[in-house]
Every structure is written in C-alpha cells, then in structure tokens.
C-alpha cells in the first residue's frame, strides 16, 4: 500500500540520524503513488534538499544526511505526493536543451512542444533576420529555444500574465538570450507589427478536464473553454494582420483537436501546409498560411 506522506514522515524520522541510502529507501517508498516516477523523483528532491549531485547520492549511500536536509525533504515530499509538478519543486526544467527556470506562474513545458520549436525553426530556415512572435509564452520556453538556435532572429514574446513574463525575463538574462517581453492579450500589445513566423501553444484543455495533476498548473494556460478551442478561435482571427507575406503560424493542439482545428482554420481562410505528429504518434501541429486550399 503506498505510504501516505505523514507516515514518510515519521520513517525518515525514526530513521535518524540517516544514511542517504535509508533516505533514499524512505523516500522511494513514500512516493510509490508516483509509480515508475518514484526512484528518479526520490533522488532528485533528496540532491534538491542536500544540495548534493544525484550522482553523488548514488556514489556515497553511506554518507549521513543533516537532520535539516531530512526535513526539506520531508516537505518535497509532501507537495510532489500531493500532486505538484516536479519542475515546480526543483525550479527548473529543461527545454530543447536549456535549462529554464520555472514556478506556479508558468505552464511547465512539455517535451512535445519540443515540435514546435522544430516547425518554427524550419520555417525560419530560408529567411534572414527572421521575426518571430510567441504568443503565451509563459516561461519564455518556445521563444527562448528558437532564439537559441537563430541568433539572427528577431523574437518577441508575449503573454497576458505579468508574473509569467517575470519568470521569461528571468531566463533570458540567465541565457544571455536578447528577446523583447511584452506583457500582452493575444496581439494587444503588437498592433500594426507583422512577423514572419507567429507561434503559439494557447491553452486547449476542455474546461472540464483540468483536473487532477493539471490543477497545480496557472488555469489560463490550460483551459481552452468548453470545446479546449476557445484560443484557436482568437488566433485565427487576429493573427492575419500580424503576418507578412509569406507568413506561418504555428499552433500545438491537444491529440483529439486536429480535425477540429483544421476546420476551423479553413472556415477563416486558413490552409494547412503541413500536420506533425510528436513523438508519441500523437497529432500535435499544424502549420498554417493564408489562402485556400
Ligand atoms: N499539453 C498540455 C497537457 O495536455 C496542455 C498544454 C496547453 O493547454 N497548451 O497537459
């Protein structure tokens, strides 16, 4: 039976004082909810709580872990069994290779949009200079990977919450990547501007399936309203006075949504250029230009 996070409590307690390799035990134990996820989420909110490399932890199971340790972790591991996002624990996740801080204001970026990233980039392949504009960037993760790999790129991104452009901001700096931050409702704050490549991962979720491990994500990243299409719907609009010549926009989808998302796009003069499936075999992106079929 999975062990509630009061009883990890007291077994790391009793366990005092401790070897990593009882802690590591202890802890395992206490986020068996977790799964497969148990072991690696053990160790990486004991290195979080030590300070200590997981290679470190690996290497010395006998070294003793400071009673101040124990109980930082004792707190992780309350929050991560309660549902919280591990990113969210730790502060950081990676990203197309970088390391981006992240918090509770932010969507926690997921290794799919990782496409996204992929479509832009071949997008911007043929052009110099390209401008790109993300479009609830949230931690800046799309923005920042694409002007990763095109330092030539003219990035901007734009999000409606101030807290989660702080936390784009922050990584930027830490990156040395030069982005203009815009805090922004969809295109509000890039009137009478035109972008070669407009990317945007909005919120598609139903409504009524933000639920469980979801809800300790900010809603308005999620939730896409009753049919998760409620964002497309403002994109599609607003997004052809924002695109030059030639222009794509880029947009992730929930797996179930391509058809709907197509129709939609076609109904408001869109075409789809290409459709990407991720690499799970889900269907995730579509990019689109204007025009007809
Ligand atoms: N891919 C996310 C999920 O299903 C949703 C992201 C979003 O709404 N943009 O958890």
Redesign the pocket.
């Known amino acids: 039976m999975a062990m509630t996070a009061e009883h990890a409590v007291d077994a790391l307690a009793a366990t005092q004082p401790a070897t990593t390799a009882a802690v590591l035990a202890a802890a395992r134990r206490a986020l068996a909810v977790l799964g497969d996820a148990a072991a690696l989420d053990a160790e990486l909110l004991l290195a979080a709580a030590t300070g200590r490399t997981r290679a470190s932890l690996l290497a010395f199971p006998e070294r003793g872990v400071p009673a101040v340790a124990v109980r930082a972790l004792e707190a992780l591991i309350a929050r991560r069994a309660g549902g919280e996002p591990l990113a969210y624990l730790l502060g950081v996740r990676e990203f197309f290779s970088l390391d981006l801080e992240v918090n509770a204001s932010v ?1 926690v970026p ?1 290794p ?2 990782e496409l996204l990233v992929e479509a832009a980039l071949a997008r911007c392949a043929r052009l110099v200079q390209p401008a790109v504009l993300d479009v ?1 960037t949230g931690s800046g993760a799309i923005a920042l990977a694409v002007k990763s790999e095109r330092r030539d790129a003219q990035v901007t991104g734009v999000d409606t919450s101030a807290a989660a452009l702080a936390v784009a901001r922050r990584n930027a700096v830490r990156l040395g990547l030069a982005i203009r931050w815009l805090e922004s409702t969809w295109f509000s704050a890039v009137a009478g501007e035109a972008f070669d490549v407009i990317i945007s ?5 139903h409504s009524a399936d933000v639920v469980g491990a ?1 809800v300790h ?1 900010p809603r308005q ?4 309203g009753p049919d ?1 299409l409620d ?1 497309y719907r403002e994109l599609l609009r607003d997004a052809p006075a924002h695109l030059r010549a030639g222009g794509a926009l880029l947009l ?1 989808h ?1 797996a179930d949504q391509r058809d709907a998302l197509a129709a939609l796009a076609a109904a408001t003069g869109w075409r789809v250029v290409r459709a990407l499936d991720d690499l799970a075999g889900r269907a995730r992106v579509l990019e689109l230009e204007r025009g007809i079929a």
Do not use: C, F, K, S
């Open positions: 969507l997921r799919e949009t609830g991962n909005p919120p598609y979720v979801l994500e990243a999620l939730d896409g998760g964002a992730e929930g």
